[in-house]
């Protein structure tokens, strides 16, 4: 533990921890909204209050020393509780149910934090996730049984919040020449997906033979067809698993399209609690 004596103050804390999150000096300073020589005067200040260095500083990402790292299991459940009494007093805490849709790659991925940061400020607040493809996504926002959907935008469509770009490309397994055979093998979604009919129509373009191996609504499933070798199919850099690689264009495959994750919202007023939510989802992406 750290020596009781010293009285750290809890936006020191907030933006040590914003910097071991990050990795990163500026993109703390982005996170809390406050600039890079603040954010680098504050951890100076922490760290002669400490007596010791709290971070390790080189060319990759900035981590933390051994002393840095007991001050962090301190400081964590130390803001958690500081949110949750800042949440409840600050015009009275939120209730209230949020619906979420989101790709399972990036519930696996993003979730967790989204979620817990979440329900340390907002507990009252009822979450409910659905994980399915960007077609199903936006019909169940359509019919209101969605509040809030992260999807994978095609670069032309516009609206929504832009989280950040997931370029999608043709991937094949690194250990098995699939994408060689005669008759492409290929691993696809199923009908109401726009990665299906880009799919599909790029392979008319390419005027190559194939046949459909495999379907699924579940990105997860896709990409354990194509790392096993039974088909290629569409990732996304963040799917990319590292057993697999991207298609390139002097193997007869189209370019990478710029494709957007984008947060976006059902018609109508939106609740604070739905409100709260896309702010931390906002947060958490960037």
């Known amino acids: 533990m750290i ?5 750290f103050e809890s936006g020191l804390l907030r933006t040590f921890v914003a910097v071991v999150d990050t990795g990163s000096f500026s993109k703390a300073a982005d996170k809390i909204g406050r600039t890079q020589s603040a954010v680098s ?7 002669t209050m400490a007596g010791t260095p709290l971070l390790v500083r ?6 933390v020393s051994p002393s840095g790292e007991k001050l962090l299991q301190d400081a964590r459940p130390i803001l958690a509780h500081l949110e949750r009494a800042e949440a409840n007093f600050s015009s009275g805490a939120l209730s209230g149910s949020v619906r979420i849709g989101l790709l399972a790659e990036y519930g696996a991925t993003y979730l ?11 507990p009252k607040v009822e979450v409910a996730v659905t994980c399915a493809h960007s077609g199903r996504l936006y019909q169940l926002l359509e019919k209101d049984e969605l509040d809030l959907a992260i999807v994978l935008d095609q670069p032309d469509r516009k609206g929504g919040t832009v989280l950040m770009c997931d370029p999608t490309f043709w991937a094949t ?3 098995h020449l699939v994408h060689e055979r005669p008759v492409l093998p290929v691993a696809v979604f199923g009908p ?13 373009q390419m005027d190559r033979a194939y046949h459909i191996a495999y379907t699924s609504d579940n990105n997860f499933n896709l990409k354990g067809a194509v790392s096993g070798g039974l088909a290629v199919g569409l990732l996304t850099k963040s799917m990319l698993p590292d057993d697999c690689r ?5 193997e007869g495959f189209p370019a990478p399209i710029s494709s957007n994750v ?4 059902r018609n109508g007023s939106a609740s604070k609690a739905v409100k709260a939510m896309a702010k931390v989802i906002v947060a958490e992406f960037r």
């Open 262 to 265: 984008t947060l976006r919202t």
């Open 3 to 7: 020596d009781v004596q010293i009285r």
């Open 173 to 175: 397994s690194k250990a």
């Open 58 to 63: 080189g060319n990759g990402p900035v981590t």
């Open 246 to 250: 991207p298609l390139l264009r002097d």
């Open 112 to 122: 967790p934090d989204i979620l817990g940061h979440f329900a340390e400020t907002h």
């Open 41 to 47: 005067m504050q951890i100076k200040q922490l760290e």
């Open 192 to 204: 109401g997906c726009w990665w299906r009919d880009w799919a599909l129509e790029s392979l008319a």
